[in-house]
């Protein structure tokens, strides 16, 4: 055979023979044809999911998120393999009304050297902790011991508050509160873990407890440990409510209890499969791929219901039960072939977003709907075949409330199709507007669990010692001395000062900071040996090569305002000679990488929806097809954006992310009403009002149901503990309440609106249904018109 007919063979099966699942529904067929082999390895991939399943786990490293995403990603990555940093730092606030009272501060001395023995502590840096220089080559702690008044105490105190420039930060103006640090043996806590690690810290804590001492802890580990639980938690509650929810919506459907089984079923395994497959993939969940699983769940229980209505539909208008799966797979396999398609398009356009963590929910929200309709595909008909052999009856008819709005959509698409139309097109234009002026936000607490106790711990210490959230500048040297030069000290110290104009006095410590000590007449050397090796990394490496300076800013600190200190920081330095002066810190990394990655994600969900609507174009061999989509597909997503807009709440992470996912599931409604349509154009050969009219009446009700399912079973996930899983299930049931809007009422005022353009639809011969054989259907259900099923 030439090259030239297995060309022009393809070009024909592409053009003219192929279904509009461009062939994928061929597994559900295999599934018809051998079920048994079928189901062998269906059980064999179930198995090996649920094998994975007890190894499940997230992981709480929320820089996970951000590797690899960009300039401030390599600084910050730099910085901690330089300096380290202080982002894994513990903080423990400690406050009494009776500080200055000399008993009270011995307790709070040995609770401070109780925690520097903790097994997971490699240091500690607090006012009990820092020793000063004596002058004849040694040191003395900075906090004299045995003390006898309260006047006493405060006098210590002060001094150190007004004179040192670490302990500046560590105590509270009034006196009533300090801040001791603990640096964690990080290799320890990886591998024990971070909740180990609190554990331990928290019983050491606890034996202050009838002390009279108030002690918080808070701290980046502390951050994150709220956020995982909350995260496992989370996931637990929307598993189970998912189900329960998309169960009993069912139930109200189909009204038979056994008919709601089966639809649950199909979501419960494909969840298992996608809780297997991203283990299997990542080895953990993170905070994005955790909410994957919630996702295939409600994705599953829409085309589930796709699925059962069709079927019921086909038993009801007299077609035998088992050969009515058959056809229902024949005609929904292509759909959803091509929804699982769209969907794949929105999750790959996330992949080329910069961020690890993003990439890692594009692959895994990718293999999650994958696995969704090869679950559909196997385990449906499988299931269904199964529940005839066991006498499965035929149920009422659905509930009449779900096809409520039917006949208003028909009533308003009849009457007022131009009116609407115009309507709809101008509404969407209109909304084109906020996508540009919509600008990206970060918020620190939206990572946080709600209510959570570290944080407002966070908060007291930025009212009472003005933050301890740390900004860094790596400041190359020349002189290379451990002990810094003049030259190199003049370069920190100009540096020092540029930082402590933004963040206030004493905010800053650096080796300029020590200067206190160096001017009484001790030398650099010896104000270093005080310190400790430990702190002294904190201020120079130990070749003399690189000086750090540490800003303490702020836990709470709007993103823009932090851009706009950033901008300064960094011009000054550049004026001042010192442009290859490196600002990094975890708060900067994850403000100015949100603002990239939210950017480059604006850029994915339009790629995805000028790609979904040409795949659409391209599935259904119509450009004009593509085109009448087109309105009722953006209309949701630009809806949900002005919203934000008009809010004030801007674009965030999860929030583009679940624009994005949410287009790529909205258009699945209108892929299936397309379907019906065309199916009864070409193949049917109904008129065009005709089709539009029996499609609505024949799925309307299954796109209310899905709808519904969609919404409820993902406005679950707006009940998180965290903010930003919050905003993603708020702004998803959004998208996906105006997306039934535009396929309900916009969609058939616009197909109604188009009858001209649409008028020789016939000619094109692209199939909508597979017209294969199968041992429940071997006539190969070519005429879906017979007796009493003539259904689409």
Request: hydrophobic share 50%.
């Given at each position: 055979?030439?090259?030239?007919?297995?060309?022009?063979?393809?070009?024909d099966w592409f053009i003219n023979r192929r279904s509009i699942g461009f062939g994928f529904e061929y597994l559900g067929v295999a599934t018809l044809r051998y079920p048994r082999v079928m189901s062998v390895i269906v059980?064999?991939?179930?198995?090996?999911?649920?094998?994975?399943?007890?190894?499940?786990?997230?992981?709480?490293?929320?820089?996970?998120?951000?590797?690899?995403?960009?300039?401030?990603?390599?600084?910050?990555?730099?910085?901690?393999?330089?300096?380290?940093?202080?982002?894994?730092?513990?903080?423990?606030?400690?406050?009494?009304?009776?500080?200055?009272?000399?008993?009270?501060?011995?307790?709070?001395?040995?609770?401070?050297?109780?925690?520097?023995?903790?097994?997971?502590?490699?240091?500690?840096?607090?006012?009990?902790?820092?020793?000063?220089?004596?002058?004849?080559?040694?040191?003395?702690?900075?906090?004299?011991?045995?003390?006898?008044?309260?006047?006493?105490?405060?006098?210590?105190?002060?001094?150190?508050?007004?004179?040192?420039?670490?302990?500046?930060?560590?105590?509270?103006?009034?006196?009533?509160?300090?801040?001791?640090?603990?640096?964690?043996?990080?290799?320890?806590?990886?591998?024990?873990?971070?909740?180990?690690?609190?554990?331990?810290?928290?019983?050491?804590?606890?034996?202050?407890?009838?002390?009279?001492?108030?002690?918080?802890?808070?701290?980046?580990?502390?951050?994150?440990?709220?956020?995982?639980?909350?995260?496992?938690?989370?996931?637990?509650?929307?598993?189970?409510?998912?189900?329960?929810?998309?169960?009993?919506?069912?139930?109200?459907?189909?009204?038979?209890?056994?008919?709601?089984?089966?639809?649950?079923?199909?979501?419960?395994?494909?969840?298992?499969?996608?809780?297997?497959?991203?283990?299997?993939?990542?080895g953990s969940f993170s905070f994005l791929t955790i909410i994957v699983t919630t996702l295939v769940l409600v994705m599953a229980f829409a085309e589930s219901m796709f699925f059962i209505f069709n079927w019921l539909a086909?038993?009801?208008?007299?077609?035998?039960?088992?050969?009515?799966?058959?056809?229902?797979?024949?005609?929904?396999?292509?759909?959803?072939?091509?929804?699982?398609?769209?969907?794949?398009?929105?999750?790959?356009?996330?992949?080329?977003?910069?961020?690890?963590?993003?990439?890692?929910?594009?692959?895994?929200?990718?293999?999650?709907?994958?696995?969704?309709?090869?679950?559909?595909?196997?385990?449906?008909?499988?299931?269904?075949?199964?529940?005839?052999?066991?006498?499965?009856?035929?149920?009422?008819?659905?509930?009449?409330?779900?096809?409520?709005?039917?006949?208003?959509?028909?009533?308003?698409?009849?009457?007022?199709?131009?009116?609407?139309?115009?309507?709809?097109?101008?509404?969407?234009?209109?909304?084109?507007?906020?996508?540009?002026?919509?600008?990206?936000?970060?918020?620190?607490?939206?990572?946080?669990?709600?209510?959570?106790?570290?944080?407002?711990?966070?908060?007291?210490?930025?009212?009472?010692?003005?933050?301890?959230?740390?900004?860094?500048?790596?400041?190359?040297?020349?002189?290379?001395?451990?002990?810094?030069?003049?030259?190199?000290?003049?370069?920190?110290?100009?540096?020092?000062?540029?930082?402590?104009?933004?963040?206030?006095?004493?905010?800053?410590?650096?080796?300029?900071?020590?200067?206190?000590?160096?001017?009484?007449?001790?030398?650099?050397?010896?104000?270093?040996?005080?310190?400790?090796?430990?702190?002294?990394?904190?201020?120079?490496?130990?070749?003399?090569?690189?000086?750090?300076?540490?800003?303490?800013?702020?836990?709470?600190?709007?993103?823009?305002?932090?851009?706009?200190?950033?901008?300064?920081?960094?011009?000054?330095?550049?004026?001042?000679?010192?442009?290859?002066?490196?600002?990094?810190?975890?708060?900067?990394?994850?403000?100015?990488?949100?603002?990239?990655?939210?950017?480059?994600?604006?850029?994915?969900?339009?790629?995805?929806?000028?790609?979904?609507?040409?795949?659409?174009?391209?599935?259904?061999?119509?450009?004009?097809?593509?085109?009448?989509?087109?309105?009722?597909?953006?209309?949701?997503?630009?809806?949900?954006?002005?919203?934000?807009?008009?809010?004030?709440?801007?674009?965030?992470?999860?929030?583009?992310?679940?624009?994005?996912?949410?287009?790529?599931?909205?258009?699945?409604?209108?892929?299936?009403?397309?379907?019906?349509?065309?199916?009864?154009?070409?193949?049917?050969?109904?008129?065009?009002?005709?089709?539009?009219?029996?499609?609505?009446?024949?799925?309307?009700?299954?796109?209310?149901?899905?709808?519904?399912?969609?919404?409820?079973?993902?406005?679950?996930?707006?009940?998180?503990?965290?903010?930003?899983?919050?905003?993603?299930?708020?702004?998803?049931?959004?998208?996906?309440?105006?997306?039934?809007?535009?396929?309900?009422?916009?969609?058939?005022?616009?197909?109604?609106?188009?009858?001209?353009?649409?008028?020789?639809?016939?000619?094109?011969?692209?199939?909508?249904?597979?017209?294969?054989?199968t041992p429940d259907d071997p006539a190969g259900n070519t005429d879906t018109r017979v007796g009493a099923s003539r259904t689409s």
């Open positions: 055979m030439s090259s030239g007919s297995v060309v022009s063979r393809f070009v059980l064999l991939f179930t198995i090996l999911c649920f094998w994975q399943i007890p190894k499940a786990n997230v992981d709480g490293d929320l820089l996970r998120v951000y590797a690899h995403s960009g300039h401030y990603y390599d600084a910050y990555d730099n910085l901690s393999k330089t300096f380290g940093t202080f982002e894994n730092d513990i903080y423990v606030m400690v406050n009494s009304p009776n500080l200055v009272d000399p008993d009270v501060l011995e307790e709070i001395r040995n609770l401070a050297f109780d925690l520097e023995l903790n097994e997971y502590a490699v240091g500690t840096m607090s006012p009990f902790t820092l020793r000063k220089p004596d002058g004849s080559g040694g040191s003395v702690p900075a906090v004299p011991e045995g003390m006898l008044n309260a006047d006493e105490v405060a006098m210590a105190l002060m001094d150190l508050q007004q004179n040192d420039p670490m302990m500046r930060n560590l105590i509270t103006p009034d006196l009533t509160g300090v801040v001791l640090i603990m640096f964690p043996n990080q290799e320890l806590v990886n591998q024990d873990g971070t909740k180990a690690m609190i554990a331990s810290l928290r019983e050491t804590l606890a034996f202050y407890d009838d002390s009279g001492l108030e002690i918080e802890l808070t701290g980046p580990p502390v951050w994150t440990s709220e956020m995982l639980n909350a995260a496992v938690d989370d996931q637990i509650k929307f598993t189970v409510y998912g189900f329960g929810l998309g169960a009993f919506i069912a139930l109200f459907a189909l009204r038979s209890f056994w008919g709601a089984i089966i639809v649950a079923a199909t979501p419960f395994v494909a969840v298992m499969w996608s809780i297997g497959t991203v283990l299997l993939l990542f086909y038993w009801r208008d007299g077609m035998e039960p088992n050969k009515a799966v058959d056809t229902t797979l024949k005609l929904v396999g292509p759909a959803t072939a091509l929804t699982t398609l769209t969907t794949l398009v929105a999750f790959a356009s996330l992949y080329f977003s910069p961020g690890q963590g993003v990439q890692e929910f594009a692959l895994a929200g990718a293999a999650g709907s994958t696995i969704m309709f090869v679950c559909l595909m196997t385990v449906m008909p499988l299931l269904l075949k199964t529940a005839l052999r066991l006498g499965f009856k035929l149920p009422k008819a659905p509930n009449f409330a779900l096809n409520a709005p039917v006949p208003a959509a028909l009533g308003l698409a009849m009457k007022f199709g131009r009116p609407v139309s115009v309507l709809a097109i101008l509404l969407t234009i209109l909304l084109i507007i906020p996508f540009f002026l919509i600008q990206p936000r970060f918020s620190f607490e939206d990572f946080m669990a709600k209510d959570s106790t570290a944080l407002s711990t966070a908060e007291s210490i930025d009212e009472g010692v003005g933050g301890v959230a740390p900004l860094y500048v790596r400041v190359p040297l020349t002189q290379m001395d451990p002990n810094v030069g003049a030259e190199d000290f003049e370069t920190i110290r100009t540096i020092h000062e540029i930082v402590e104009s933004e963040l206030g006095e004493n905010k800053v410590i650096s080796a300029a900071s020590l200067t206190n000590y160096t001017e009484t007449g001790f030398t650099r050397e010896e104000v270093f040996d005080a310190v400790g090796p430990f702190m002294r990394k904190r201020f120079i490496t130990e070749d003399g090569s690189q000086a750090l300076v540490t800003g303490f800013m702020p836990t709470i600190l709007e993103s823009q305002a932090l851009k706009d200190m950033v901008a300064r920081i960094e011009t000054r330095m550049s004026e001042a000679g010192f442009p290859q002066a490196e600002l990094g810190g975890f708060r900067i990394l994850t403000t100015f990488a949100t603002d990239d990655i939210v950017r480059s994600l604006q850029i994915s969900l339009a790629a995805s929806v000028v790609l979904n609507l040409v795949l659409i174009g391209i599935a259904f061999g119509s450009l004009r097809m593509a085109l009448v989509s087109a309105i009722p597909n953006m209309f949701p997503i630009l809806g949900t954006q002005a919203w934000l807009w008009a809010t004030g709440a801007g674009l965030q992470l999860t929030t583009v992310m679940a624009l994005t996912i949410a287009f790529g599931i909205a258009v699945n409604d209108t892929i299936h009403m397309l379907s019906h349509y065309m199916h009864g154009r070409r193949e049917e050969q109904r008129s065009h009002i005709e089709s539009v009219h029996h499609t609505l009446r024949r799925i309307g009700g299954a796109i209310v149901a899905t709808t519904v399912i969609l919404c409820a079973g993902t406005i679950i996930v707006a009940f998180s503990e965290l903010p930003q899983v919050a905003l993603f299930g708020s702004l998803f049931v959004l998208s996906l309440s105006l997306a039934l809007v535009g396929d309900l009422f916009m969609l058939p005022s616009l197909l109604v609106a188009a009858s001209r353009m649409l008028e020789n639809l016939t000619g094109i011969h692209v199939q909508t249904a597979d017209h294969v054989a």
